[in-house]
């Protein structure tokens, strides 16, 4: 409300940004994407088109305009009229008013007074938010400060505090390997130390009630594993299992009973795309599924137990970005649902007192720490971790609380081809957010792209020129995940995903703009389309044949009929429709089988799994990302001849889940990119 009052008290006149920012919150450090996240409310509430705006109007790099008319509405006083510190109130004998003019005065009047009251009530409301917000962390009036407890070069995420509350672990992600090992760092000091000397792949650690040990998720060249490591040992640690696939690991995958007798876990059973939360006996080893999601769904994630023992809390999906929290009793296996936003859980941990749960959530715009009582289930916003902030942990000591905060730099990178030699590949950045933009798909031409960008406040499709200007927003769905988009090989229409109902689904919109088409229903999940060489049929990803496969339905609708029997995402068909092409979700490689269906093979060992999306297939051949150990590469690989050559080097590995797109015949080719990406621990403690 303050921005528009703003923008309204200068009416026509170009508000910067900074203005804007300095005047609605002036005592108070706020991003770019604050201003933003409003802006896109008053246009919803308003149902204005930022394109043809009766409204704002946006001022490419410089601020916002109020374009509607702005009138008074005035409230005529007399001037006998007593005051109270210089305002009017109304007098016992209000002067004679002609008839015509007596009930467009009386509603004047109450327009100002029910204006005024309105202030009035939201300035106490204010204060009484304040107030409480200050009881959120431990249930008293107390005061709290904010420690900076990692800083370090790379990444660090994933705290989890020891029993005593003396000491935190956290996963550490090397800034020059990418290595992911397990920390400890005591409180207080910087005395920080490796947890084991394995050189696995580690996630998700867990202390045992005790404080003597931890056991944590990892991978090695053997597979998945679980491991549990002495605490003041270096020695290896001691693999119990192998699970078959945990989800999510960097959100939250594991936890340990406070009667030290279990952990439990995500894991699917056999092929089934569905996750359950699993629990491994430590006296037995024996493991068992103690969740049964409902069919279809993308299934049950970050399991936590209660600190008293008596509840399970985790996140069931519909799909990846819609979640909901749940929590179970351990005696009866009594379920209870507590959340109800069809939103993005990112991960989860119980109060002290296991009354309540911390998350992490997009439920109220960017990611930020909410507090849901058991009881009284109504969301509340914690006054800390308000922007970007993941991974909550809470301490055995009432208001310590730790959780992951990071920004980056994404761009799309446009690398062009001068001539027919690697050295010619000239990049440079055509767009640049602090916001994510990503999976870039060029039109046929190479004139325009589309992509998915957070810009908006919600992941939404987009439209920029090749050059990174004309940039307009394509989708409207205002809150959905909305995501990979493919351009027509006629280049008058982009498929995406999206997620209105709950589970994502296949739509098309014409590239120029309008109302988007759902081409698939029903209550299993649809993601990263592709259109056929002849833009006459579609193919997508879906788990609604009880795991994951590529199916296809027709361009204008109809009932889909499955492809292949094993996975695969991200499909393309080659140009002359002979071969249909895809790579797979947690395999490295790239595979191929006849359209019409027949054998699987895979051709390519690359790209590696999480970049499935690096790699189109061209006239010229099948550009890929080559993730090599030392650095990375795109490659051109011809699948009639077998030869592979080199396009370009790479300065730094990409980021994972994005994509590459290409446009005449590898004449221009456009690349996700982040850099500058840092996520660190922030600790919170009463005082």
Not at 551 to 564: E, Y
Request: include cysteine; charged fraction near 20%; proline fraction near 7%.
């Amino acid at each position: 409300m303050k921005v528009l009052l703003t923008l309204s008290a200068q009416q026509g006149r170009v508000v910067s940004k900074e203005e804007l920012i300095s005047t609605v919150w002036p005592d108070t450090f706020v991003g770019d994407d604050v201003l933003t996240r409003c802006i896109s409310i008053l246009r919803r509430i308003t149902e204005d088109d930022p394109h043809t705006p009766h409204f704002i109007q946006t001022i490419p790099k410089v601020g916002y305009r109020l374009v509607a008319p702005v009138s008074e509405l005035a409230v005529e006083v007399h001037d006998d009229a007593p005051t109270i510190q210089g305002s009017p109130i109304p007098t016992t004998e209000p002067a004679p008013v002609h008839p015509s003019q007596a009930s467009s005065q009386q509603r004047r009047r109450i327009v100002g007074w029910t204006v005024a009251a309105g202030l009035i009530f939201g300035s106490l409301f204010a204060m009484w938010s304040y107030q409480k917000s200050r009881t959120r962390l431990t249930g008293a009036s107390v005061s709290f400060r904010t420690i900076q407890l990692t800083s370090y070069a790379g990444e660090q995420i994933q705290p989890a505090f020891s029993p005593d509350g003396k000491q935190i672990a956290f996963v550490w992600i090397s800034e020059d390997t990418a290595s992911r090992r397990i920390y400890i760092k005591t409180i207080g000091t910087e005395e920080v130390k490796q947890l084991t000397s394995d050189t696995d792949e580690q996630f998700s650690p867990t202390w045992s009630p005790d404080g003597r040990q931890i056991a944590y998720l990892a991978r090695s060249t053997e597979g998945l594993s679980l491991s549990v490591a002495n605490v003041k040992s270096l020695a290896l640690p001691r693999k119990l299992l192998i699970p078959q696939q945990p989800s999510h690991w960097e959100q939250g995958a594991l936890s340990w009973a406070p009667s030290g007798k279990s952990l439990i876990y995500p894991d699917h059973s056999g092929t089934a795309p569905d996750s359950s939360i699993f629990l491994l006996d430590l006296q037995t080893f024996n493991t068992r599924s103690i969740t049964t999601p409902p069919a279809g769904w993308e299934g049950d994630l970050n399991p936590a137990y209660s600190p008293d023992g008596r509840w399970i809390a985790f996140t069931r999906a519909s799909e990846t970005a819609v979640r909901d929290i749940y929590f179970m009793s351990t005696a009866t296996g009594e379920l209870h649902q507590l959340t109800h936003d069809h939103m993005n859980i990112d991960s989860l941990t119980w109060t002290a007192d296991s009354s309540s749960i911390i998350f992490s959530s997009n439920r109220g715009g960017k990611y930020g720490l909410w507090k849901i009582g058991l009881k009284d289930k109504t969301p509340e916003r914690l006054p800390v971790g308000t922007e970007d902030a993941y991974q909550p942990a809470v301490g055995p000591k009432p208001g310590d609380l730790a959780y992951t905060q990071g920004s980056a730099i994404w761009s799309i990178l446009r690398l062009q081809q001068t001539s027919g030699k690697e050295s010619s590949v000239q990049s440079d950045a055509v767009l640049t957010s602090t916001q994510q933009d990503s999976a870039p798909s060029l039109s046929p031409d190479g004139s325009f792209f589309a992509f998915q960008s957070r810009r908006s406040g919600n992941q939404e499709i987009w439209i920029a020129s090749r050059a990174g200007d004309q940039l307009r927003q394509l989708t409207f769905m205002a809150g959905p995940l909305t995501g990979s988009p493919s351009w027509s090989n006629h280049g008058n229409k982009i498929l995406f995903d999206s997620r209105p109902g709950g589970h994502s689904h296949i739509f098309c919109v014409a590239a120029a703009g309008g109302r988007p088409k759902q081409l698939t229903f029903g209550d299993a999940n649809d993601i990263t389309p592709r259109w056929s060489h002849d833009d006459q049929s579609i193919y997508f990803r879906s788990n609604r044949g009880d795991r994951w496969q590529l199916w296809r339905v027709s361009a204008v609708g109809g009932d889909p009929q499955p492809v292949t029997t094993g996975d695969g995402i991200v499909p393309q068909e080659s140009p002359d429709g002979k071969w249909l092409y895809y790579t797979r979700g947690n395999e490295d490689g790239i595979w191929r089988v006849p359209p019409s269906g027949g054998a699987e093979t895979q051709i390519l060992a690359q790209p590696s799994a999480a970049y499935w999306g690096y790699w189109q297939v061209t006239s010229r051949g099948i550009f890929y990302l080559d993730r090599g150990s030392s650095s990375s590469a795109i490659r051109i690989f011809n699948p009639d001849t077998k030869v592979t050559s080199l396009y370009t080097m790479l300065r730094e590995v990409p980021p994972v889940y994005s994509g590459l797109a290409v446009a005449q015949a590898g004449k221009v080719v456009l690349i996700t990119d982040q850099h500058d990406a840092g996520r660190h621990i922030t600790l919170i403690q009463a005082q």
